[in-house]
T-cell receptor
Framework: DSGVTQTPKHLITATGQRVTLRCSPR?????VYWYQQSLDQGLQFLIQ???????AKGNILERFSAQQFPDLHSELNLSSLELGDSALYFC??????????????FGPGTRLTVL | AQSVTQLGSHVSVSEGALVLLRCNYS??????LFWYVQYPNQGLQLLLK??????LVKGINGFEAEFKKSETSFHLTKPSAHMSDAAEYFC???????????FGAGTRLFVKA
């Protein structure tokens, strides 16, 4: 158990819909990262937040947005969903700001299926 | 810019045989290198990490990796494979000035009885 929790575990929805994925980082971790994992794209970094502020952006679509709240939990919002958004979405956390040097602790993921 | 290449999307070994998973990186600054493992239906977890302290890094579950600057490689090895090692393995690179960790495409390890 990494200490990172994600809800829900599974989500099935239809094209055009909007969903929210939630992540609670490990106690004491200030950084939260979101990743998308699919068979054709592999593990793609989406976005990082550090202590409530956006720190780094990766391959995140404009239809996707995220935020980190004062209690440090984070939400990833996916809107106007397309079939290609079906994937496993991971949240990870780390203690410090620098993504490149710190171990990241991954949650169990949310499997999104868009029908 | 940094990048990671994992050679071989699938590797199959017999139980008790040597495990060798290959990773080559590209970095214009001294890198931090990681190996993560993902078991079925789970998130990634850290196996080991290189931070320039020692070129041979020992990790959990009997795995180790050797940093070779001249070859820009960071291959993962285990002397004797166990059935429980069957999983997907990701090599990743970062640096002190970087905003993100770059993950490789992953190598799925199969262990035959």
């Amino acid at each position: 158990d990494s200490g990172v929790t994600q809800t829900p575990k599974h989500l099935i929805t239809a094209t055009g819909q909007r969903v929210t994925l939630r992540c609670s980082p490990r106690s004491g971790d200030l950084s939260v990262y979101w990743y998308q994992q699919s068979l054709d794209q592999g593990l793609q970094f989406l976005i990082q937040y550090y202590n409530g502020e956006e720190r780094a952006k990766g391959n995140i679509l404009e239809r996707f947005s995220a935020q980190q709240f004062p209690d440090l939990h984070s939400e990833l919002n996916l809107s106007s969903l397309e079939l290609g958004d079906s994937a496993l979405y991971f949240c990870a956390s780390s203690v410090a700001k620098l993504a490149g040097v710190n171990e990241q602790f991954f949650g169990p993921g949310t499997r999104l299926t868009v029908l | 810019a940094q990048s990671v290449t994992q050679l071989g999307s699938h590797v199959s070994v017999s139980e008790g045989a040597l495990v060798l998973l290959r990773c080559n990186y590209s970095s214009s600054v001294p890198p931090y290198l990681f190996w993560y493992v993902q078991y079925p239906n789970q998130g990634l977890q850290l196996l080991l990490k290189y931070t320039s302290a020692a070129t041979l890094v020992k990790g959990i579950n009997g795995f180790e990796a050797e940093f070779k600057k001249s070859e820009t490689s960071f291959h993962l090895t285990k002397p004797s494979a166990h059935m429980s090692d069957a999983a997907e393995y990701f090599c990743a690179v970062g640096n002190t000035g970087g905003f993100k960790t770059i993950f490789g495409a992953g190598t799925r390890l199969f262990v035959k009885a």
